[in-house]
């Protein structure tokens, strides 16, 4: 199959979902909230309404996983439909509150992550 982004943009895209953990994790704390093991900040993750904007691109993640392990192969429309709906969570919305408004939030305080969204970019181009 010839190139597409889909791959490298899934492996991008769990680098930056880590990052955006680990900001989160760092802002959460700053407010003088503690933090005790990492199974309670997973326990945080998973069902804390603070966290609840990242669990979006855990899931997305997961269905790329998901459509790449298909049998049979992963068409291109499919492929083409995930990098899309990345783009979308990732730059789509601007109402108060959805990931894209938090995402870019982020992204203005942390330069890594600023950083990591530039490399992203080039996949929706």
């Known amino acids: 199959m010839n190139y597409h982004p889909l791959p490298a943009l899934r492996n991008q895209l769990l680098r930056l979902h880590k990052m955006l953990m680990d900001a989160e994790r760092a802002a959460y704390e700053k407010e003088g909230n503690v933090i005790q093991s990492p199974m309670q900040f997973l326990q945080l993750l998973m069902e804390s309404e603070r966290f609840a904007w990242l669990r979006q691109l855990s899931q997305l993640v997961v269905m790329m996983d ?5 049998k049979p192969p992963i068409t291109k ?38 950083a990591a969204h530039a490399e992203i970019a080039k996949s929706f181009e």
């Open 66 to 70: 998901e459509a790449m392990e298909e």
């Open 77 to 114: 429309e499919r492929m083409d439909a995930l990098v899309s709906e990345a783009r979308h969570l990732l730059l789509g919305s601007e109402e108060p509150g959805s990931f894209a408004v938090r995402y870019a939030a982020v992204r203005e305080r942390e330069a890594a992550v600023a």
